[in-house]
């Protein structure tokens, strides 16, 4: 897998990451959520910042199955998805990754037929921090 890569006002959510913890860059002014992070918030202009937590429950808003994959380094893992989340506390919020058929299971275990837009899931993450998706489960 590539890694993230990361700038000084992204850093925190990757520390936050991999302890197992969804937060999001929250304006400590006016209090708007913003993602991806950056410096100023771009409804006050404001800089200062704080990590909020999030639940971690969103809904699939859209994905892919990309065939081929796109970069070279994913050939071996083809098919896989990518899909777009919602945050449920936060549907200005939308995060990119994967769905998995549950912790710890591999990019591209989750069938690509079964996804479906709308669908509720929850963040979990693998041993390195990165953010994947599984089914909430009713």
Same mark, same amino acid.
């Given at each position: 897998?590539?890694?993230?890569?990361?700038?000084?006002?992204? #850093?925190?959510? /990757?520390?936050? *990451? #991999?302890?197992?913890?969804?937060?999001?860059?929250?304006? $400590?002014?006016?209090?708007e959520?913003?993602f &991806?992070?950056?410096?100023?918030?771009?409804?006050c202009?404001?800089?200062?910042?704080? /990590?909020?937590? $999030?639940?971690?429950?969103?809904?699939? /808003? %859209? +994905?892919?199955?990309?065939?081929?994959?796109? =970069?070279?380094? +994913? *050939? $071996?893992? *083809? &098919? +896989?998805?990518?899909?777009?989340?919602? =945050? *449920?506390?936060?549907?200005?919020?939308?995060?990119?990754?994967?769905?998995?058929?549950?912790p710890? #299971? &591999?990019?591209? %275990?989750f069938?690509?037929?079964?996804?479906?837009?709308? $669908?509720?899931?929850?963040?979990?993450?693998?041993?390195?921090? =990165? &953010? %994947? /998706?599984? =089914?909430?489960?009713?």
């Amino acid at each position: 897998m590539l890694t993230p890569v990361t700038d000084p006002d992204g #850093a925190p959510f /990757w520390r936050y *990451a #991999a302890r197992g913890e969804l937060r999001v860059q929250t304006c $400590a002014d006016c209090g708007e959520p913003r993602f &991806p992070p950056r410096p100023c918030c771009p409804h006050c202009q404001s800089f200062a910042s704080e /990590w909020r937590p $999030a639940s971690g429950r969103g809904r699939i /808003w %859209s +994905y892919v199955v990309p065939h081929p994959p796109l =970069l070279p380094e +994913y *050939a $071996a893992l *083809a &098919p +896989y998805n990518v899909i777009v989340v919602e =945050l *449920a506390e936060t549907p200005r919020i939308r995060m990119v990754g994967n769905l998995v058929s549950g912790p710890g #299971a &591999p990019l591209g %275990s989750f069938p690509p037929d079964r996804i479906r837009i709308g $669908a509720r899931v929850q963040v979990v993450f693998d041993g390195d921090g =990165l &953010p %994947s /998706w599984v =089914l909430e489960r009713p």
